[in-house]
Nanobody, 120 residues
Framework: QVQLVESGGGLVQPGGSLRLSCTAS????????MGWYRQAPGKQRELVATISGDGSTNLADAVKGRFTISMDNAKNTVYLQMNSLNPEDTAVYLC??????????????WGQGTQVTVSS
């Protein structure tokens, strides 16, 4: 069974930076898309950024110019570099992957989530 393991969340002051990472394991055949969503208390889950296996990216308007998403295909790992963080970025960030663990099975997986808190 594929698992997504996230790391990198924490508490940061406004204007600061954090880098999230998410690794899919153990056995991955093909990654179609990996990305990050976030959910703040009392709000719906929203897309932050996604990256496809061919490297094309999609970022939410709220994070464009501040966040960067990248992927290391050899490590099956996606990164989210978050700069110029503000309190509105506070949320649980969840990793998402659309992948095949075998040639005949394609499934969407979610990580457990990592808390990002932006506060002075």
């Amino acid at each position: 069974q594929v698992q997504l393991v996230e790391s990198g969340g924490g508490l940061v002051q406004p204007g600061g930076s954090l880098r999230l990472s998410c690794t899919a394991s153990p056995s991955i055949f093909t990654i179609w898309t990996m990305g990050w969503y976030r959910q703040a208390p009392g709000k719906q889950r929203e897309l932050v950024a996604t990256i496809s296996g061919d490297g094309s990216t999609n970022l939410a308007d709220a994070v464009k110019g501040r966040f960067t998403i990248s992927m290391d295909n050899a490590k099956n790992t996606v990164y989210l570099q978050m700069n110029s963080l503000n309190p509105e970025d506070t949320a649980v960030y969840l990793c998402n992957a659309d992948l095949q663990d075998t040639p005949w099975r394609r499934t969407i997986f979610w990580g457990q989530g990592t808390q990002v808190t932006v506060s002075s």
